[in-house]
């Protein structure tokens, strides 16, 4: 079955499979409960018709007293009885009635339909009981009951038997009661069902939950559900609409990742992607022709350090710049072709925080280098090449505050002409962003007043010809004359619109995984390295009852946990215990937690245990603490996930409870016997202990259960079972062996120490009374005289002997008991040699 299931479930959304497994639940629960009211029904129609039927006999009884003053007693009287003369108001139809005599013998001929009239075995039954309802069927199959009392006199039981027909009335009146009943369960299973899978299908890894959510999204509401005006109608709305949504933002997530790919693979400048182990995990054509590849495989998985810089000190001095500020710009570097050519590069790259994980822009300034310096040979040469530069070069005349000169990179960037720049035409103060403005003007007066540094750079905003915002990286040195004296600003302006936005791509990129780790189903914190709280999710603030906005920023970790302060695993694996030689010395002091180091994560200690201030009424937790490291290794926070296994663990408590019990008399069942009895003989053949077997049965206990049924046999067992307990000692293990038989295994004890406990049982129980609650006697008082007694089997543990043979000597020692005569005592004292003990002995004879 369940491979079908597998098979009919594969390649099914996670929407359908839910929906199947709702349905599949409505359609057994609405069986099994159907099921149930069905018999309900029946059986309260036939508690019902039992009722009438008793109502008849009474009157049958009462009708037989009044008459029997004019006969010579009850037979006469019910020869005499005409069946018209009981009330037709209680429907007295299809009855017989007849009497029979204490012995079983019919006493005066039936009065109504012979076919009711029971077999004679049945008749002697009733004789026997002498009073109340059976429940029959006649020859043809068909349901009877009969109800019968004795008279007053004693000489005579009458009988009422009638049909038992379906009584519309009465399932009527059962039947809707029922009904909605059988509503309100589907109902509240179908719902726990949902909740259930829910529970369980959040407990999925992120990457699933993401699979799973896009085969959803591509689920269709059937158009006829969304006409409905039910609640299925609204439902189907509503997924509907959940699912327009979640298409609306895959959509929108898809066309930012494709705007960023299209940022990156067209952008003129050089850009990569390194992973956290410092490997290059992507670049853009651009930097492929740069590095003197054909192809950009050739460059992924390779060793970011070793393929773009010629000197490894430069490399490091790189990536220690990098991971100290979190960003580089225009990073004087010496990179390498395949050819083995060098070239000069800036690079401006943001750290990811992870290892050596950044992303990172090349611009190849060679050439720019190169101009530069031809600037001292030849204004001509100097004018060509500045003129070529992808870069805005310029020159600001602080006397006439306008530009002398500006390069032609200047149209391509801003859509403005050079001889417009020139004209002041729009003035530069109008060209700036007005966000940006005032800063940049500060900035400028602030370099001239000589207050700033000789060389100065910074960034800022700009609105071209066609009034659309773009980024301009501005690098400027004060000219000054012969008397010192400010005389010009010259500098290069790059666009960096392209790097800008892939910062806003990285930026909003971080804030998502920050969004997700808030809305994980499972409690997070992050701990900082003073140990603060920097992330407690929304999680989090339902298993402790704390809010973020009270923990974050604080050191009180450790108060939804714990009385008094303590670290938390997360302030363990912050200090790094697990790698300082102190880890031995924290699990020993951590011992009630179950703590161990974690096999999921370098570094990381789990753990389980009950945290009473937890609420409601304490939580079992299971919590796993990991490091986060920065690229040298260094653990610079740690996160410490919680999952509440309080429900889980319960449940699995109780299970092996019912496994190991017997769930009528509460004692260990079988299956536990053996298995105890199994650790019992390691311990006796590692230590020599003395062990002991004893096997007990009620005697004539089938008798007792003809007699008095099944439901006061079960009450025997259960007071047998308490007087067993009460006679062995705690360390003792007292097992239901099956049926009416039963077991003790008496570890540390002879036969000499066996034997009195064997006795003392036996005696207790022939004390005991067993009569039935109710029960009366052939006088019709109350039976208190009912006993029972037990047969028991000793048997102790031989040298070398194994489990199996001590049981089987144990149990034909109980059997030579029985033999004897029962309600005895016997020791099987090996080599074939049993005694059975007089009643009272706690010992064996002096013969043996």
Same mark, same amino acid.
């Not at 009969?146 to 009146?173: C, F």
């Not at 038989?741 to 004890?749: C, H, I, Q």
């Given at each position: ?74 037979? &006469? ?50 004789? /026997? ?23 007053? /006199? ?10 038992? &027909? ?39 890894? %992120? ?6 959510? =896009? ?17 299925? #109608? ?103 072709? %395949? ?6 590069? %800036? ?6 925080? %992870? ?59 801003? #859509?403005? /002409? ?55 990286? =501005? ?14 600003? =010259? ?45 407690? $999710? ?51 002091? $951590? ?25 409601? $009424? ?35 408590? &109780? ?22 009895? /199994? ?121 070398? &002997? ?37 009643? #009272? ?8």
């Amino acid at each position: 079955m369940r491979s079908v299931l597998n098979k009919w479930s594969h390649g099914m959304s996670v929407g359908a499979k839910l929906a199947a497994a709702l349905v599949l639940v409505a359609l057994v629960s609405s069986l099994v409960i159907t099921g149930v009211q069905q018999w309900y029904v029946r059986h309260s129609a036939e508690i019902y018709a039992k009722a009438h039927l008793k109502s008849h006999l009474k009157q049958v009884v009462d009708l037989v007293e009044r008459n029997q003053a004019n006969d010579s007693g009850p037979v &006469e009287a019910l020869r005499h009885f005409k069946g018209d003369q009981l009330p037709a108001a209680h429907g007295a139809r299809d009855l017989l009635i007849f009497g029979i005599s204490p012995q079983g013998e019919l006493m005066a001929p039936p009065l109504g339909d012979r076919s009711l009239l029971p077999p004679r075995e049945i008749l002697r039954h009733m004789a /026997s009981s002498a009073w109340g309802v059976l429940s029959l069927t006649d020859n043809n199959g068909r349901p009877m009951a009969v109800a019968y009392d004795r008279v007053p /006199s004693g000489e005579l039981i009458l009988a009422v038997a009638s049909y038992q &027909e379906p009584l519309s009335g009465v399932e009527e009146h059962y039947l809707w009661p029922a009904s909605l009943l059988t509503a309100l369960l589907v109902a509240a299973m179908v719902a726990l069902t949902a909740m259930l899978w829910g529970r369980w299908f959040l407990t999925r890894p %992120l990457r699933l939950l993401t699979h799973e959510a =896009e085969k959803a999204a591509q689920e269709l509401v059937p158009p006829e559900a969304l006409r409905r005006s039910d609640e299925l #109608g609204r439902l189907s709305a509503a997924l509907s609409s959940l699912t327009s949504s979640a298409r609306d933002m895959v959509q929108k997530a898809q066309e930012e990742k494709a705007r960023f790919q299209r940022l990156f693979s067209q952008t003129k400048d050089g850009a990569f992607i390194v992973d956290q182990d410092g490997l290059v995990s992507d670049v853009n054509p651009a930097l492929v022709s740069m590095l003197g590849r054909e192809r950009r495989e050739q460059l992924l998985g390779a060793d970011s350090q070793a393929e773009f810089f010629v000197d490894p000190e430069e490399g490091q001095l790189y990536l220690n710049s990098l991971q100290a500020q979190g960003y580089v710009q225009d990073f004087p570097a010496t990179m390498h072709r %395949l050819d083995g050519s060098t070239f000069e590069v %800036l690079i401006t790259a943001t750290w990811a925080g %992870l290892g050596q994980a950044r992303f990172g822009l090349v611009r190849d300034v060679t050439q720019l280098r190169h101009d530069q310096m031809a600037l001292h040979e030849s204004e001509a040469r100097y004018r060509r090449l500045v003129d070529n530069a992808p870069d805005i070069i310029y020159r600001w005349s602080l006397e006439h505050e306008r530009f002398e000169y500006v390069s032609s990179a200047v149209e391509q960037i801003t #859509g403005y /002409s050079v001889q417009r720049i020139l004209r002041d035409d729009p003035p530069l103060l109008k060209a700036i962003h007005p966000k940006h403005r005032d800063r940049v003007m500060a900035h400028w007066r602030r370099v001239v007043r000589g207050r700033g540094p000789a060389v100065s750079e910074q960034e800022f905003m700009i609105l071209d010809a066609r009034g659309r915002t773009r980024w301009l990286r =501005e690098k400027s040195i004060l000219v000054r004359d012969e008397l010192d004296k400010p005389l010009a600003m =010259e500098g290069i302006a790059t666009d960096i619109t392209e790097r800008k936005l892939l910062e806003q791509e990285l930026k909003r990129g971080q804030q998502m995984v920050e969004n997700t780790l808030q809305g994980l189903p499972t409690a997070v914190m992050v701990l900082d390295q003073e140990h603060k709280v920097v992330h407690w $999710n929304r999680a989090m603030e339902r298993l402790t009852g704390f809010s973020a906005e009270e923990m974050v920023g604080t050191n009180r970790q450790w108060e939804p946990f714990y009385l008094s302060r303590r670290p938390v695993l997360a302030d363990l694996v912050l200090d790094d215990l697990a790698l300082d030689g102190n880890l031995e010395r924290v699990l020993k002091n $951590n011992g009630e937690l179950s703590m161990k180091k974690s096999t999921l994560v370098d570094g990381g200690l789990e753990g389980e245990g009950f945290f009473p201030t937890v609420k409601p $009424n304490g939580r079992q937790l299971y919590f796993l603490a990991a490091p986060i490291r920065d690229p040298e290794g260094k653990i610079v926070r740690s996160v410490e996930t919680l999952v509440d296994l309080s429900d889980k663990r319960r449940l699995e408590q &109780e299970l092996r409870r019912l496994s190991v019990t017997d769930s009528l008399t509460g004692l260990y069942n079988q299956r536990f016997f053996y298995a105890t009895l /199994s650790r019992e003989m390691q311990t006796v053949q590692r230590y020599g202990h003395s062990f002991s077997i004893l096997m007990a049965d009620i005697d004539f206990f089938k008798s007792y259960n003809d007699r008095f049924g099944h439901l006061a046999g079960d009450q025997a067992l259960v007071k047998f079972s308490q007087t067993l307990q009460g006679c062995v000692r705690g360390m003792d293990l007292a097992c239901r062996y099956g049926g009416e038989e039963f077991a003790v295994l008496l570890p540390r004890t002879a036969m000499s120490e066996a034997l009195p406990v064997a006795e003392r049982l036996r005696a207790e129980v022939a004390r005991l009374n067993f009569t039935p609650e109710g029960h009366h006697g052939s006088d019709g008082e109350v039976d208190r005289g009912v006993s029972l007694t037990v047969s028991v089997g000793v048997a102790t543990l031989g040298p070398t &002997e194994e489990s199996q043979g001590v049981v089987r000597r144990a149990d034909d020692a109980l059997y030579a008991a029985k033999q004897a005569g029962r309600n005895l005592v016997a020791a099987d004292l090996r080599q074939g040699r049993i005694q059975v003990l007089p009643r #009272g002995t706690q010992s064996l004879s002096s013969e043996e």
